[in-house]
């Protein structure tokens, strides 16, 4: 049994709109944070570049201070 939802009526729904419209999972279900940790994580964005913070999973901004600053 497939875990798909095979049911024509789904193709004139919002959401069968919004799954033709996207390639992943992200941009499907995800928060504006979600789509742009997975962009920048694919596409290996640097660290110096980054808006998102794979490591906290915050945007940069707002976790700033926990990261260690070279002197």
Known sequence: MSPFISNADLAVTDL????RATTNVADLFGSEFDRALYRETVYSVPDSERSTCPNHLD?????????????
Do not use: K, M
């Not at 069968?16 to 799954?19: A, K, L, P, Y």
């Not at 940069?60 to 260690?68: E, F, K, N, P």
């Open 16 to 19: 069968g709109r919004r799954v």
């Open 59 to 71: 945007w940069v901004a707002d976790c700033a201070h926990l990261h260690l600053r070279a002197a």
